[in-house]
């Protein structure tokens, strides 16, 4: 080419400056819009925004509309080493960029090709395109098959926040619309929640316990039964306070001896140098008699105190001492079950009844099948010791969730967006409404039986036929159970919608995937510390939304206007009118009460928190006033006091809750009569996730082993099977199988193995029951069943398997099979 | 707005380093195109004929550009038709680049290769250099470290004889050849293998003939 002519066509490149092709075509004949625009963009200003999450408040400093980094707030007396992965996860790779929709649904339609969910065969379109889309669907399977069609149960932690609050802006929208299915209850305590209320009149799962400062001060032995408080309260429900690592700190300092009794060494057992005792999983119950036994035998239960402040004992009695069953539930039958020598069962019988001693039970316990009655002989357990409402004595059964037991400040009550539905006391994400409702753990149930009648809690109630469902803020393909089950009944909905910030695994599965922003890129408020309630924190935006990611509040309300609904749902509010609107309504009540806080503009814009002090909130003792007088202050049960027998359950007559705590053998565990595997597979919570939150961040690379999520195993395990640390295992059962990266170690009891529940279903064969997967979701392997017909809750650790050193193929090359035509 | 006139092919020295190459300007802008947006009907109908067929040809008798161009050719010339090929290439871009392939993904993005998270000090960077050319990605919402807007940007810099071209040529010669090893890894058709291989051996080329 000549000088000349190269010069010509520089210049004339130069001219269209590649910035003004439009719809011109170069040589290679392709013709489209121009990369760049010009015109630089406004930088947004640099600084450092305060705001908060699941793991606590944080400092995000901003350089050039991104987040560099993050720190703890200074406040915050234990912060998470997960933060790290809360930066990660908002500049994920695995954020979605753009609404997409799976390719066979967008060209033929609901119910298209549901075999093909999950392969990830996506195609991008306008926003206004999926809302058209989704907006038409909601309206179309209404007419067609009822408001009993869609379900919008959605369950999961969401992100923190009092407006952007996924789940309830999902019912908020279908309220609206018409009507839904719903969910009740949820995965962390199915089980003791519903039993609970019929044992001890409330909910206790998420009500504060005796405070920290009491049991440091009264506690002689704490007894951390299936709870792993070190590892499980880094997070919390709202902004995660910490408070908890204070109350085990002085705990530590004063020496009280600690007890825990779980298969794994845990780091709270490591934290506190304690006793482990480590029976065989789903035990529990029988271990719990044994020890019961022995108080009864040797006259150390308190008979007092079951005869004032209990019902029912005379009928469980009979029970304990074999007389209706000819089985006494000694400490020697206990060993046969549990496997821990039956002298160590009356030793705990000893140690529990001399000292003052808290019984500080796990929501893991009840995660198994009868899983109601685990806290119900906890809580009958603790009666007998004759302790609850004592400083420092008795049961607790948060001091492992959301740093339960740290002091509650006085501060006034935070509101939030409403979903049209009714509250429910209790707990704060919970309302009814619907045209109908399961309980959230029997989702795969509902979808693969249409009609059929089910138990719940003394009603009768009908699966509804379900084609559509729309999920928010969770994550169901890691955290609900039998993955293949799932796989398979999945396929039965025409239409499966999620709204997410990131490819999750349930993400891939959709027909309809909405981008939605992280907490970080967009405005709210919320408390700081479930118990504590130590601060108000402002949720300030900190950087701009990422891609075309667009705030749940506006993808909602974008709906609703498509429905005719828009001012129904925004009440006219902007999202800055509403977080006002919350905050008003707490000054109000502080003003009340006399509590300090600054108007809303000076709040926002100044420190963007508001603390509050700690008075009555350092001295409290759960069931104190109960004990002082439980005439006055009766329980919430029909009888005014805790049920070791309840009447209610038993006009039930339920065949697998009965109407005081029993040991039952569950479908399969370790050592069971007819239990095929010889391994039992532990599914306890991660130490650096949150559930699967997190688990697509680089926060992985300081757990995963070969690349997979970890499999703990004991050496004697290990050395049978000719595995070593670091090898790639593959971990099976007649559900499934997973491949797991082994970790070998005496910190795990033999005949056990854990992997962690949350990490990432990775199928080698995406919709097809059955297929590895290659990461090592361990809900793959677990039972989807019912704890009970009572509670209907999930047995998410409820499985057994065995595992063997992978020898199969490389997993992680050529999974995508090559077209014929196109290779 | 008119149509540009298409040109026949020069025949210079396959040798040659992009600059000496305006033609290589549009094969760049190309490129860029191919790794921004899912492939149509359209525009394989158009990489399978006209003067881009030439244009593929010719650099095909380069030996260090021959493995792409042949790679890319030859999803090319595969017997399905425009409408099959860009369907099912279109599935595959969704699964590299959108992130909904998962451990299959391919990120576009500098900072994801160098730090493996979006947006870090690559993205930064970027914006400043977009903007001290009084310049931005056309897509708001696009990261300006996207693999696509690096090559626009390297393009434009490159047909307006800029001094900056050698200093972003030299950064993207940096992170592409991980990004081009993790598509031929993962690419199931070849297709954005062999561009990913063809674009590394073309800056690797021009980076040669500034050092």
Same mark, same amino acid.
């Given at each position: 080419m000549s000088m000349e002519r190269t010069q010509e066509l520089r210049a004339e490149l130069s001219r269209?400056?590649?910035?003004?092709?439009?719809l011109a075509a170069g040589i290679f004949g392709f013709a489209g819009p121009s990369l760049l625009s010009i015109g630089a963009r406004a930088a947004s200003p640099d600084g450092e925004v305060l705001t908060g999450s699941h793991w606590g408040a944080f400092r995000a400093k901003v350089e050039a509309g991104q987040i560099v980094s993050v720190k703890p707030?200074?406040?915050?007396?234990a912060p998470s080493h997960q933060l790290a992965g809360v930066l990660d996860s908002i500049?994920?790779?695995?954020?979605?960029?753009y609404p997409m929709v799976r390719r066979a649904y967008l060209e033929k339609?609901?119910? +298209?090709?549901?075999?093909?969910?999950?392969?990830?065969?996506f195609v991008r379109v306008s926003w206004d395109q999926a809302l058209d889309l989704v907006t038409k669907e909601l309206l179309r399977v209404e007419k067609t098959y009822?408001?009993?069609?869609?379900?919008?149960g959605s369950y999961g932690w969401k992100s923190p926040g009092r407006l952007h609050n996924c789940q309830s802006l999902l019912r908020r929208m279908m309220n609206l619309k018409g009507s839904f299915v719903n969910a009740s209850g949820d995965y962390s305590t199915g089980a003791a929640q519903i039993i609970m209320p019929h044992v001890v009149?409330?909910?206790?799962?998420?009500e504060q316990q005796t405070v920290w400062p009491v049991v440091v001060d009264k506690t002689e032995l704490m007894v951390f039964w299936g709870a792993d408080p070190i590892v499980?309260?880094?997070?919390?429900? &709202?902004?995660?306070?910490?408070?908890g690592y204070e109350g085990m700190k002085a705990l530590k300092a004063k020496g009280t001896k600690v007890i825990c009794i779980d298969p794994v060494k845990t780091e709270t057992a490591e934290f506190f140098g304690a006793e482990w005792i480590a029976p065989r999983p789903q035990t529990d119950v029988a271990l719990m008699l044994g020890i019961a036994h022995t108080l009864v035998a040797e006259k150390l239960a308190d008979q007092k105190f079951l005869k004032t402040y209990t019902t029912g004992f005379d009928k469980f009695l009979p029970y304990l001492m074999g007389d209706?069953?000819?089985?006494?539930?000694s400490a020697e039958w206990a060993a046969d079950i549990c496997e821990i020598p039956a002298d160590k069962i009356k030793e705990l019988a000893h140690l529990f009844a001399k000292h003052r001693t808290m019984l500080a039970g796990g929501f893991s316990l009840q995660r198994?099948?009868?899983?109601?009655q685990r806290h119900w002989m906890l809580v009958t357990l603790a009666a007998m010791l004759g302790?609850?409402?004592?400083?420092?004595?008795g049961f607790g059964?948060?001091?492992?969730?959301?740093?339960?037991?740290?002091p509650s400040a006085d501060a006034p009550v935070l509101t939030g967006i409403t979903d049209g539905g009714k509250a429910k006391e209790g707990a704060a994400w919970m309302t009814e409404n619907g045209a109908a409702s399961i309980p959230c753990a029997r989702v795969v149930d509902m979808l693969m039986n249409p009609g059929k009648e089910f138990d719940f809690n003394g009603k009768k109630e009908k699966y509804p036929d379900v084609k559509m469902a729309y999920w928010v803020g969770g994550n169901p393909f890691v955290h609900h159970q039998d993955r293949n089950r799932m796989v398979a009944a999945w396929k039965k909905l025409e239409t499966f919608i999620v709204q997410d910030f990131q490819w999750t695994p349930t993400a891939r599965h959709a027909d309809i995937v909405l981008p939605a922003t992280t907490s970080y890129e967009r405005n709210d408020i919320e408390s700081v510390g479930?118990? +504590?309630?130590s601060a108000i924190l402002?949720?300030?935006? &900190?950087?701009?939304? &990422?891609?075309?990611s667009k705030t749940d509040y506006d993808i909602f309300a974008a709906i609703a206007e498509r429905l005719g609904k828009g001012k129904d749902f925004t009440?006219?509010?902007s999202e800055m009118d509403w977080i006002k609107s919350f905050y008003d309504a707490a000054l109000t009540q502080a003003k009340a009460k006399k509590i300090p806080m600054p108007e809303f503009d000076a709040f926002w814009s100044g420190a963007g928190v508001i603390e509050f002090p700690v008075t009555e909130g350092k001295s409290f003792v759960r069931y104190a006033k109960y004990r002082e007088d439980p005439l006055l202050?009766?329980?919430?049960t029909p009888s005014g006091r805790i049920e070791i027998y309840s009447k209610n359950i038993e006009k039930m007559g339920y065949d697998d809750c009965g109407p005081h705590p029993k040991w039952m053998e569950p479908v399969?565990?370790?050592?069971?009569?007819?239990?095929?595997?010889k391994l039992h597979i532990t599914t306890s919570h991660p130490k650096s996730r949150l559930h699967s939150q997190l688990?697509?961040?680089?926060?992985r690379d300081t757990y995963a082993v070969a690349g997979h999520e970890p499999c703990l195993i004991n050496t004697k395990d290990a050395e049978a099977r000719g595995i070593k640390s670091g090898d790639v295992v593959r971990v099976f059962n007649d559900r499934g199988q997973i491949l797991a990266g082994a970790k070998v170690t005496d910190g795990i009891r033999p005949g056990v193995i854990r992997v962690n529940e949350g990490g990432w279903y990775d199928p080698?064969?995406?919709?097809?029951?059955?297929?590895?997967?290659?990461?090592?979701?361990a809900n793959v392997l677990t039972v989807d069943m019912?704890?009970?017909?009572?509670?209907?809750?999930?047995?998410?650790?409820t499985a057994v398997g065995d595992v063997e050193k992978y020898t199969g193929?490389?997993?992680?090359?050529?999974?995508f099979a090559t077209p014929k035509n196109a290779s | 707005m008119t149509e540009m006139p298409r040109r026949s092919v020069s025949r210079a020295s396959?040798?040659?380093a992009i600059t000496a190459r305006p033609e290589n300007i549009e094969l760049l802008d190309w490129l860029a195109r191919l790794f921004a947006v899912a492939p149509t009907e359209a525009t394989i109908a158009a990489a399978r004929s006209g003067p881009a067929r030439a244009v593929l040809l010719q650099l095909s008798e380069t030996p260090d550009l021959l493995p792409g161009v042949g790679r890319l050719a030859a999803v090319l010339d595969c017997p399905m038709s425009d409408a099959a090929l860009s369907a099912r290439l279109a599935s595959v871009f969704g699964l590299l680049f959108? %992130?909904?392939? %998962?451990?299959?993904t391919v990120s576009p993005y500098e900072s994801v290769h160098r730090? %493996?998270?979006?947006?870090q000090a690559p993205a930064r960077d970027m914006a400043r250099r977009l903007a001290a050319h009084?310049?931005?990605?056309?897509?708001?919402?696009?990261?300006?470290?996207?693999l696509s807007v690096e090559l626009a940007l390297l393009a434009h810099l490159t047909a307006t004889d800029d001094p900056d071209c050698a200093d972003l040529l030299r950064r993207m010669a940096e992170w592409l050849p991980d990004f081009r090893d993790l598509t031929l890894e993962k690419d199931p058709t070849g297709y954005f293998a062999g561009a990913a291989e063809l674009l590394v051996a073309l800056l690797g080329r021009e980076q040669h003939s500034t050092d």
């Open positions: 269209r400056s590649l910035l003004h092709y439009g707030w200074e406040k915050d007396p500049y994920s790779p695995t954020r979605i960029k339609g609901p119910g +298209a090709d549901v075999d093909s969910r999950g392969a990830g065969d009822g408001p009993t069609a869609t379900f919008a009149g409330t909910l206790e799962m998420y499980t309260n880094q997070i919390s429900w &709202v902004i995660g306070d910490h408070g209706t069953d000819k089985t006494p539930k198994q099948q009868y899983g109601e302790q609850i409402g004592l400083p420092g004595g059964f948060s001091y492992h969730y959301a740093n339960g037991g740290t479930d118990y +504590a309630g402002a949720m300030k935006k &900190v950087i701009d939304p &990422v891609f075309e009440e006219g509010k202050n009766p329980l919430g399969e565990r370790l050592g069971g009569p007819t239990t095929k595997y688990c697509g961040t680089k926060l080698i064969e995406p919709g097809k029951p059955g297929s590895l997967c290659r990461y090592g979701d019912g704890t009970s017909k009572l509670a209907q809750g999930n047995c998410g650790h193929p490389d997993v992680t090359v050529g999974v | 396959p040798d040659a959108s %992130g909904a392939g %998962g451990r299959e730090t %493996g998270r979006l947006f009084d310049l931005a990605a056309a897509d708001a919402g696009e990261a300006p470290d996207h």
